[in-house]
């Protein structure tokens, strides 16, 4: 990913502020789902359901993750593109192990 680019500005958001609990490629924490392997959350969820989520994830459900009110349009932009772009470059090094 170019540096400035989308994707790599949603890289640094993610590691500054999701890695803590959630993994993508199943590296980062456990806390929160993986959000890469074996589907994308892009792959599953729309992507106005996902930013919806992240800004305050108790509309939708009880649990522990935190809203995120800072992150305006582009942080979210910017997080998507990142998944977007991982979604293509998945990894799983615990499936090698069980013949995947």
């Known amino acids: 990913m170019p540096?400035?680019?989308?994707?790599?500005?949603g890289f640094r958001l993610f590691r500054a502020e999701c890695l803590r609990c959630?993994?993508?490629?199943?590296e980062g924490g456990r806390v929160g789902p993986?959000?890469?392997?074996p589907q994308s959350i892009v792959e599953y969820?729309?992507?106005?359901?996902?930013?919806?989520?992240?800004?305050?994830?108790?509309?939708f459900r009880y649990g522990n993750?935190?809203?995120?009110?800072?992150?305006?349009?582009?942080?979210?932009?910017?997080?998507?593109?990142?998944?977007r772009a991982m979604s293509e470059?998945?990894?799983d090094p615990e499936a090698a192990g069980r013949g995947k």
């Open 3 to 9: 540096e400035g680019a989308p994707a790599q500005v």
């Open 22 to 26: 959630h993994a993508i490629n199943r």
């Open 34 to 37: 993986e959000l890469n392997v």
């Open 45 to 59: 969820r729309p992507e106005a359901q996902i930013r919806a989520y992240i800004k305050d994830p108790r509309t």
């Open 65 to 83: 993750m935190p809203a995120q009110p800072q992150l305006g349009e582009q942080d979210l932009d910017a997080l998507l593109a990142y998944f």
């Open 89 to 91: 470059r998945k990894h």
